[in-house]
Every structure is written in structure tokens, then in C-alpha cells.
């Protein structure tokens, strides 16, 4: 007789799984174990808020103020532009709306190719232009 095993936790599938039964390889919920870890328990079984999570949390808001950056771009370059190109209001007003249309349509598309062909090649390019 083969033994089955459970897809989602790698473990021997079980008719009436109950957490005593196994521990589950991954904390996502599995169809052996419905409820999912709370990010305390998870912290405890890792080992703590460690060097990993450190590094993660200052990526992560190395990230946040670069896309701040580019929401504040528009509103510190447009009244030196205005001067120079000699534009209206109504003018700039549409370099702002384009300008963010462009922002937007880029981040989908990256999007999707860094989905497709993953992001180590999508984001040296993204950034290049």
C-alpha cells in the first residue's frame, strides 16, 4: 500500500487532520492546518526580530521614500519649467496629469514583466529609464 501525501504541508495526508497530527513545513494555512500563525508566533519560531527583519524594514523604507519622491518630483520641477517653456496654467496642469498617467502605466507594465521574466531583470530597466 503507497502512502499519500498531503500537496500543501508535505507530510502523510491525513482523513481528520487535527494540529497534533504533524506540524505543518510552511506557515501558511494548509488544508491540514486551517488557521494561520499570527506574526508574534512567527517571530518566536524564527528566532526573533533579527538582522533579516532589520535589513527588510530599512529596504522596504528605502522604497517608500523613493516613491515619495517621484509624487513630490512634479510639484518641484513645474514652476521652474512654467518660467522656462513659458507655459500656461492649463498647460501644466496637463504635463501633471500626463506625467502621472506615464508614472502609472509604467509601474503596470513593470509590473507585469517583472510577474513574467522576474524582477532582477525588470528593475535594472525600470530604473534605466
Not at 503507497?2 to 487532520?17: F, R
Not at 506557515?27 to 494561520?36: G, Q, V
Not at 521652474?80 to 500626463?98: G, I, N
Not at 498617467?101 to 528593475?123: E, K, M, P, Q, Y
Amino acid at each position: 500500500e503507497s502512502k499519500k501525501w498531503c500537496e500543501l504541508c508535505w507530510t502523510e495526508s491525513h482523513q481528520n487532520p487535527s494540529p497534533a497530527d504533524h506540524i505543518p513545513s510552511r506557515m501558511l494555512p494548509t488544508a491540514c492546518d486551517p488557521h494561520p500563525a499570527m506574526i508574534d508566533e512567527v517571530l518566536v519560531q524564527a528566532g526573533g526580530f533579527g538582522a533579516f527583519q532589520r535589513r527588510a524594514v530599512l529596504l522596504s523604507a528605502l522604497c517608500f521614500a523613493c516613491a515619495g519622491d517621484v509624487t513630490i518630483l512634479p510639484s518641484l520641477l513645474l514652476p521652474r519649467l512654467k518660467e522656462a517653456w513659458r507655459l500656461e496654467d492649463v498647460q501644466v496642469a496637463l504635463v501633471t496629469s500626463l506625467f502621472f498617467a506615464g508614472n502609472t502605466i509604467g509601474l503596470v507594465v513593470f509590473g507585469l514583466l517583472g510577474d513574467s521574466f522576474g524582477r532582477r531583470r525588470c528593475v535594472p530597466t525600470a530604473v534605466g529609464l
